[in-house]
C-alpha cells in the first residue's frame, strides 16, 4: 500500500475497556479506495470505539490498521491529514455562527489564508447553508448541525471520510439529503467513506458493502444485494381475523418453510419455495378455515441478514417511526 | 508531530478569538466580571470607611485600599471562564474535533488563556476608570498602572490556569462552578478587607497570613496606596507566578490525558 492510497485495512483489531466486555473484539476488514462502507449494528456492538481507533483518537488494545496508506498508531498525524470525520454528537459550538466555524477549522487545517474565506464558504453553499452561515449555531435545526459538521470535515479535502451515525436523529428529509452529499462525494470526489449506522435503509441505500457487527465481533460482510440474497427466500406475514387462531395459522404456515419474526398477533414463514407456494398456502389457510385479515410479502432485506447472523433483530431505541424503513417487517394494520 | 501546518502563534490567536467572542456572546460571562466586582467597590467602601480612621490603617481612602479586592474577584471570574469554556468543549465533544486537526496541544491551552486574559484586561480597565471616577488615587502614578496590569494579568493566569485544570480534569462545566466558592472563601479569608496587622480575632489574622491569596491582595494594593513596595511586588509576582506555572503544568497534563492521539 503507497500513501497515496486511500483506502482502509484493518486487522485484528481490538479495545478493552477496564469495565464492561471486550468493545472491539478482532476485527478485520477492508476498504477500497472510494468505496462507501457501511458499519451497521445496533448501539453498543462497537461501532463508534472502531471509528475512535481508525481517526487516531483512541489507541487500539491490540491489533493495527492503515488508514490512507498510514499506520494509525505510528503515524497518527499523517491518517489525521488524510481523513475527515464527522463524530457522532455534532460537535459545534452554540455560540459560534456557521462562517466563524469554518474560519476556525480552515485556519486550523493549514489552509492558506487567501483561500479560508473563498473554501468555508464553497462548503457551506455546497450544504445549503449560505443563507444561515452568519447565524448562531445554536439556533440550526438538527439537519443544519449535520450538514455544517460534514463541511467541516471537508476543509483540508480529505482522502478518506469517517462518518459517525450521521443521520441519527435527522427527519426523514434531512436524512435524504445528507445521503446525496455523501453519495456525490465517494461518485465524484472519489473519497473513500467509512460510515456506521444504525439504520438498515441507511446501509442499504447509500453503502456499496456492509460489514454487520455485533458485540465487538463482524458476523457479516459484503454488498447489501450479496448479503440479502444469501438469506434468498421471501417472507410471508399472515394477521388472522380472529386472534385466537394465531397459533393454528402458524401451524399452517411452517408447513412452507421456516418460521419469521412476526409481530405477537401474526406469524410468518420463510417460504421455502420462493413466491410459487403463494396459492398453495392460501388454498391451505382456506382448507383450515382460517380467515385472513392481512397478509404482507417481504422481500429479504438487510433485517433479516442481521437476524440470521446475529439471532436478534436491529432496532435502536430512539424514533422508531422515523427508521422505519420500507421493507423492514412492520405491523400490518388490521382491518 | 508533522505534518503541523501552520504556526503556533496562528493557532492559539485562532483560539484567542474564539475565546473572546464566546464570552462576549455570553452575558452571563461578562455581567459578573464587570460589575460584581465594581458592587462589592461600593459596598464596601459606603460600608468600611470608617476602618481608615482605624491607627495604622495605610490609607485615607477605603475605595484606594479596596481597588485590590476588585482586581482580585476579576481573576476569579477568569479561573470561572476559563474552566468552563474548556469543560463545556470536553462536554460538547468539540476537543475531539479540534484533537482532529494539526493543532498543538499547547495552542488550545494557550488560546484560550490568552483569550480569558484579553476580556480580563478589558475589566481591569473598567475597574480602574470606573475607580478614577469615583476618586482612586494610584500613588505610584502611571508606571503604577502599568505594573498593576502586569501584575493583575499574571493573577488572572494563575487563576485562570486553575480554572483551565479544574475543568480539563473534571470536564464538567458544574465542577468548574463548585470550586468557584472554595476560591471566593479564600479571598475572604486573606487579607482582602483589612490590612493583616489590624485584623484582631488570631485565627483569622494566622489564616490570612498564611493564605497566599493575601499576598497577592497586597502587592496589588500596594500600588495604590503604600507606594513602591519591592517586598510586597516580588512576593505579588512571585506567588503568582507559582500559582500560573503549577495550573498551566496541571492543565496540559490534563488536557493530555484528554487529548490521547495516535
Known amino acids: 500500500m503507497t500513501s497515496d492510497d486511500n483506502g482502509i485495512e484493518v486487522g485484528g483489531l481490538v479495545r478493552d475497556f477496564k469495565k464492561g466486555p471486550r468493545a472491539v473484539d478482532g476485527i478485520d476488514l477492508s476498504v477500497a479506495p472510494g468505496e462507501i462502507y457501511g458499519f451497521l449494528g445496533p448501539n453498543g456492538a462497537g461501532k463508534s470505539t472502531t471509528v475512535l481507533m481508525l481517526t487516531t483518537l483512541l489507541p487500539p488494545t491490540d491489533g493495527t490498521a492503515r488508514v490512507a496508506g498510514h499506520d494509525i498508531r505510528r503515524e497518527g498525524a499523517r491518517v489525521r491529514a488524510a481523513i475527515g470525520v464527522a463524530l457522532q454528537e455534532a460537535a459545534l459550538d452554540p455560540l459560534l455562527t456557521g462562517r466563524e466555524h469554518m474560519r476556525l477549522q480552515t485556519a486550523l487545517q493549514g489552509v492558506p489564508r487567501r483561500e479560508r474565506a473563498a473554501r468555508g464558504d464553497e462548503l457551506l453553499?455546497?450544504?445549503?447553508?449560505?443563507?444561515?452561515?452568519?447565524?448562531?449555531?445554536?439556533?440550526?435545526?438538527?439537519?443544519?448541525k449535520r450538514r455544517l459538521d460534514l463541511a467541516l470535515a471537508l476543509v483540508h479535502r480529505p482522502r478518506v471520510l469517517f462518518l459517525d451515525e450521521p443521520t441519527t436523529g435527522l427527519d426523514p428529509s434531512s436524512r435524504s439529503e445528507l445521503w446525496r452529499e455523501v453519495a456525490r462525494l465517494a461518485r465524484e470526489d472519489g473519497v473513500t467513506v467509512f460510515l456506521t449506522t444504525q439504520y438498515l435503509e441507511e446501509a442499504d441505500v447509500l453503502a456499496d458493502r456492509v460489514g454487520i457487527i455485533e458485540a465487538g465481533r463482524l458476523v457479516a460482510e459484503g454488498a447489501p444485494e450479496t448479503l440479502k440474497a444469501q438469506i434468498g427466500r421471501p417472507a410471508l406475514e399472515v394477521v388472522p381475523r380472529d386472534a385466537l387462531q394465531r397459533d393454528a395459522l402458524a401451524e399452517v404456515l411452517e408447513r412452507f418453510g421456516s418460521a419469521a419474526a412476526a409481530p405477537p398477533h401474526a406469524a410468518a414463514v420463510r417460504l421455502s419455495r420462493g413466491n410459487d407456494a403463494l396459492a398453495d398456502v392460501v388454498r391451505a389457510l382456506d382448507a383450515a378455515g382460517i380467515a385472513i385479515a392481512d397478509f404482507q410479502l417481504h422481500a429479504p432485506s438487510l433485517d433479516d441478514v442481521f437476524l440470521a447472523k446475529t439471532g436478534k433483530q436491529l432496532v435502536s431505541g430512539e424514533e422508531p417511526d422515523e427508521q422505519a424503513p420500507a421493507d423492514r417487517v412492520t405491523e400490518p394494520v388490521a382491518s | 508531530m508533522s505534518p503541523t501546518t501552520g504556526t503556533l502563534g496562528l493557532q492559539v490567536a485562532q483560539l484567542a478569538r474564539r475565546s473572546v467572542l464566546r464570552t462576549f456572546r455570553q452575558p452571563a460571562q461578562v455581567v459578573p466580571t464587570?460589575?460584581?466586582?465594581?458592587?462589592?467597590?461600593?459596598?464596601?467602601t459606603a460600608g468600611l470607611e470608617a476602618a481608615t480612621e482605624l491607627p495604622g490603617f495605610p490609607s485615607d481612602s477605603y475605595v484606594d485600599f479596596a481597588m485590590a479586592f476588585a482586581f482580585m474577584q476579576g481573576a476569579l471570574f477568569s479561573m470561572v471562564n476559563a474552566g468552563t469554556d474548556l469543560a463545556r468543549d470536553v462536554e460538547s465533544g468539540f476537543l475531539q474535533r479540534l484533537a482532529l486537526t494539526p493543532m498543538r496541544r499547547a495552542a488550545l491551552l494557550l488560546g484560550q488563556l490568552a483569550g480569558v486574559m484579553a476580556v480580563s484586561l478589558l475589566a481591569?480597565?473598567?475597574?480602574?476608570?470606573?475607580?478614577l471616577v469615583a476618586g482612586v488615587t494610584?500613588?505610584?502614578?502611571?508606571?503604577?498602572?502599568?505594573?498593576?496590569?502586569a501584575l493583575a494579568l499574571l493573577i488572572g493566569?494563575?487563576?485562570?490556569?486553575?480554572?483551565?485544570?479544574?475543568?480539563?480534569?473534571?470536564?464538567?462545566?458544574?465542577?468548574?462552578?463548585?470550586?468557584?466558592?472554595?476560591?471566593?472563601?479564600?479571598?475572604?479569608?486573606?487579607?482582602?478587607?483589612?490590612?493583616?496587622?489590624?485584623?484582631?480575632?488570631?485565627?483569622?489574622?494566622?489564616?490570612a497570613t498564611w493564605n497566599p491569596v493575601s499576598y497577592l491582595v497586597e502587592g496589588i494594593r500596594s500600588l495604590f496606596v503604600i507606594g513602591w513596595d519591592g517586598e510586597a511586588l516580588a512576593l505579588g509576582f512571585g506567588i503568582a507566578a507559582l500559582v500560573a506555572a503549577a495550573g498551566?503544568?496541571?492543565?496540559?497534563?490534563?488536557l493530555g490525558t484528554r487529548v490521547v492521539r495516535g
Open chain 2, 34 to 44: 464587570v460589575l460584581f466586582p465594581l458592587f462589592l467597590l461600593a459596598v464596601n
Open chain 1, 125 to 144: 453553499t455546497r450544504m445549503g447553508l449560505a443563507d444561515a452561515a452568519g447565524r448562531r449555531v445554536g439556533g440550526y435545526s438538527g439537519g443544519m
Open chain 2, 248 to 254: 498551566v503544568a496541571g492543565a496540559a497534563r490534563a
Open chain 2, 157 to 207: 493566569l494563575a487563576f485562570a490556569s486553575l480554572g483551565a485544570f479544574i475543568g480539563l480534569r473534571f470536564g464538567s462545566a458544574e465542577a468548574v462552578q463548585g470550586f468557584f466558592p472554595l476560591f471566593f472563601v479564600l479571598l475572604f479569608l486573606s487579607s482582602a478587607s483589612l490590612p493583616r496587622e489590624l485584623i484582631e480575632q488570631d485565627w483569622f489574622r494566622t489564616v
Open chain 2, 124 to 131: 481591569g480597565v473598567i475597574y480602574l476608570l470606573v475607580g
Open chain 2, 138 to 149: 494610584v500613588v505610584t502614578g502611571v508606571g503604577g498602572v502599568a505594573v498593576l496590569f
